[in-house]
């Protein structure tokens, strides 16, 4: 297994209801550090460009307006397998479908404020990370 970086966002719904600290509870005590983090307001056209794969599904209007509905917490996560680590503690995107213990079993509210994002590939990882943090704001 190798040492990886990915994205990682605690969305609006779990910022409103001060789940921050709780969350990332869950990231570490699962192994992963958190190497980078900051809590923005992100604006509709950063929101649009981030989530640009979704443009052409039913839902990203909405997700697009749920995601600058309150401020977010951008993070980078690293770890060992840091990239399925991280979606096994986030568990699945739809909480009904979500595993016990896991972020989104515990705390999502519906498949759209599912308090949690993170990268699916190594690919977008990187990708992702790029997105929002310079190399020189993440410091392991
Ligand atoms: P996320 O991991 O942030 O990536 C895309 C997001 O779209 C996803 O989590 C969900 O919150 C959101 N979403 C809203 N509706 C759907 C849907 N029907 N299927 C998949 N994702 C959805």
Known sequence: MAVERTLSI????ATRRNLTGKINAKFEDGGLRIV?????QLSKAQAEAFYGVHRERGFFNDLV???ISGPVVLQVLEGENAIARNREIMGATNPANAAEG????????SIEANSVHGSDAPETAAQEIAF???GTEIVA
């Open 102 to 109: 896991t972020i989104r079993k515990e705390f999502a509210e």
């Open 36 to 40: 980078a983090q900051k809590r923005v």
């Open 10 to 13: 605690i969305k609006p719904d």
């Open 132 to 134: 929002f943090f310079a």
């Open 65 to 67: 307006s749920f995601m």
